[in-house]
């Protein structure tokens, strides 16, 4: 069969995000000096927080729990089980998921939904629930994507990709969904206080479809590096998903991210890309990024602008950098996110015009 001129393409047309109401990032950092006292490590994660880039973080709970030791409710003396954070996932995910779908100028006839959500479980699944919710038809493909962390949006937006490539009059709407703020954990010890400080909820839905203007999502981008599974993982607890975020995993990105042939994977062999979307997991992997790729600090502006408005959002933290992206439209990009493994994932994009 002769491909169509739109067979080999597919591209962002339209991405919208949304965050919950309640900015707790001062609750936190107040809650977490409260726990460490007047001592030595109260000082260093105090140095830290200022140094984190992270202004505003946002949260599913309420004001009232969201202050963590003054609550009276989620965040009271006994901590939460999973299956109480679990059941508001259930109904506060599709929600805010929701929110975000409703802000795209249009959905149109939606073939296919392909939905990245790390921070909780339901059955029916999400994507179930969301497609249910939007009124689409019941034939509608559906793919749901979890537990992968913070690159779930490359492989959301890679498999959209591949949807639209074997079937150009696909219409593809991608959701991610996080509430990182569910899986707070009362442990006093300065290396959780610092991971819980980098998380904040949000959602973000994108179009991808073969025709329209958009950023073009071209060929993906992954590596692993070996003998580093435990610098990031995350753990079914019976109070919630217990991550573990390993001090080294910057030097371990810089250094990577420095050798000759991993950059060769990812910048290609001609002219360096114009725009760098990277996701924003902390203040520290941004810094190892730019050393490792020797990139101009105004490359990173978008990412850092993100992780400075909402904090690290796990896999909607790249979307939320994607739409300003979109609003941008450069000629050529690269879309870069971690997370366990530790793994690399991204992919190529580019302005299309028609």
């Known amino acids: 069969m002769a491909e169509t001129p739109h067979s080999m393409t597919a591209r962002i047309t339209d991405l919208a995000t949304a965050v919950p109401d309640c900015d707790f990032e001062q609750d936190y950092r107040g809650w977490a000096m409260r726990q460490l006292g007047e001592g030595r490590e109260a000082k260093v994660y105090e140095r830290m927080a200022e140094r984190s880039g992270i202004e505003h973080r946002w949260s599913v709970l309420s004001a009232e729990d969201a202050k963590l030791d003054r609550g009276e ?29 409703a802000k795209l100028d249009r959905l149109g006839d939606i073939t296919h939904i392909v939905v990245a959500s790390c921070t909780g479980f339901v059955a029916p699944g999400i994507d179930q629930i969301i497609a249910r919710r939007l009124g689409l038809p019941d034939d509608v493909e559906r793919v749901l994507i979890g537990f992968m962390g913070c690159y779930a949006a490359v492989t959301a937006l890679r498999t959209a990709r591949h949807i639209v490539r074997s079937e150009p009059d696909a219409r593809v709407l991608v959701v991610t969904v996080e509430l990182s703020t569910l899986h707070h954990q009362n442990r006093v010890e300065i290396e959780p206080l610092l991971a819980g400080a980098q998380f904040g909820d949000g959602a973000a839905a994108a179009i991808v479809t073969g025709k329209g203007p958009g950023l073009e999502l071209g060929e993906g981008i992954s590596a692993a590096l070996e003998e580093s599974e435990a610098l990031i993982t995350w753990r079914i607890g019976d109070t919630g998903f217990e991550m573990h975020l390993s001090g080294e995993v910057p030097n371990r990105i810089a250094a990577a991210l420095s050798d000759t042939a991993v950059q060769r994977r990812i910048l290609g062999t001609g002219p360096k890309p114009e725009a760098f979307a990277v996701h924003a997991g902390g203040r520290s992997i941004l810094d190892a990024v730019e050393r490792g790729l020797e990139l101009d600090p105004a490359q990173l502006e978008a990412s850092r602008a993100v992780l400075r408005d909402f904090g690290n959002m796990s896999s909607s933290t790249l979307m939320f950098v994607m739409g300003r992206m979109l ?26 015009d028609a």
Do not use: K, N
Request: glycine share 10%.
């Open 73 to 101: 409710g989620y965040y009271s003396a006994a901590a939460p089980s999973t299956a109480s954070r679990m059941a508001i996932y259930a109904r506060e995910a599709p929600d805010l998921a929701l929110r975000a779908i």
């Open 327 to 352: 609003r941008e439209m450069p000629a050529s990009g690269i879309a870069l996110a971690f997370g366990p493994g530790l793994a690399m994932e991204g992919f190529r994009f580019g302005r299309v």
